[in-house]
């Protein structure tokens, strides 16, 4: 099945500045999105994405498709940005797989 | 609004005893997938379901149980089998594959402890 694999692991930033985290994956997909999971668990869905570019405030995203990447920018870091971002991916069925994640902590 | 309700939120159960958690949605899914997350960890899939009375499993399903009997609930069953039971399990929902966009949207999740 599709391997998806999220780069850095860990993210120290100090607040105002600006990130990229990736995520690559193994075969084409159909669907490819993007959480954060806050401090209590939740997860909240930042874009839905399988190929070209969204915007939404400070941050954007960009998949690849044809080269099976996708970026998550994150402009003027805040400490609320803080958490867990994951990249999940599917590919022809419903079944959606997740990466390990990016561990984010934005000092004030 | 529409949204996805995991109850309980957090439950603490002895070993060997089996715990079921409930999850039900308002958004007119027709599919749900149940994750399991270890502390650090990304999510496993657990059990999905495409459709009412049909589930097929997941990367991790040993130990677990579900059933499909009505669109908005996919209730999961832990059972005495599961030897590490203890995570945080996350149910989510998203649309047909051929449905505009199959946003995957999440339940607020449901933390067992067992002791």
């Known amino acids: 099945g599709i391997q998806v694999e999220q780069s850095p692991p860990d993210l120290i930033l100090q607040e105002g500045a600006n990130s990229t985290l990736r995520c690559n994956f193994s075969?084409?997909?159909?669907?490819l999105q993007w959480f954060h999971q806050n401090p209590w668990g939740q997860l909240i869905n930042l874009f839905y994405i399988p190929s070209g570019t969204k915007q939404n405030g400070r941050l954007s995203a960009t998949t690849v498709a044809t080269e099976r990447y996708s970026l998550l920018y994150i402009s003027s870091s805040q400490t609320t940005d803080s958490g867990v971002y994951f990249c999940?991916?599917?590919?022809?069925?419903?079944?959606?797989?997740f990466g390990t994640g990016t561990r984010l902590k934005v000092l004030a | 609004d529409g949204g996805i309700t995991q109850s309980p939120k957090y439950l603490f159960r002895k070993e060997g005893q089996n715990v079921t958690l409930s999850c039900e949605q308002n958004l007119n899914h027709d599919a749900m997938y149940w994750y399991r997350q270890d502390p650090g960890q990304g999510l496993r899939l657990i059990y999905y379901?495409?459709?009412?009375?049909?589930?097929q499993k997941g990367d991790i399903a040993e130990g677990y149980s579900v059933s499909r009997e009505k669109k908005e609930s996919f209730p999961l069953t832990v059972t005495s089998a599961q030897k590490n039971p203890t995570a945080f399990y996350l149910c989510?929902?998203?649309?047909?594959?051929?449905?505009?966009?199959?946003?995957?949207?999440f339940g607020a999740g449901s933390r067992l402890t067992v002791l």
């Open positions: 999940a991916a599917r590919s022809g069925t419903y079944k959606y797989i």
């Open positions: 989510a929902s998203s649309h047909r594959r051929n449905a505009g966009a199959n946003v995957l949207t």
């Open positions: 379901s495409q459709i009412v009375n049909d589930f």
């Open positions: 075969d084409s997909v159909n669907n």
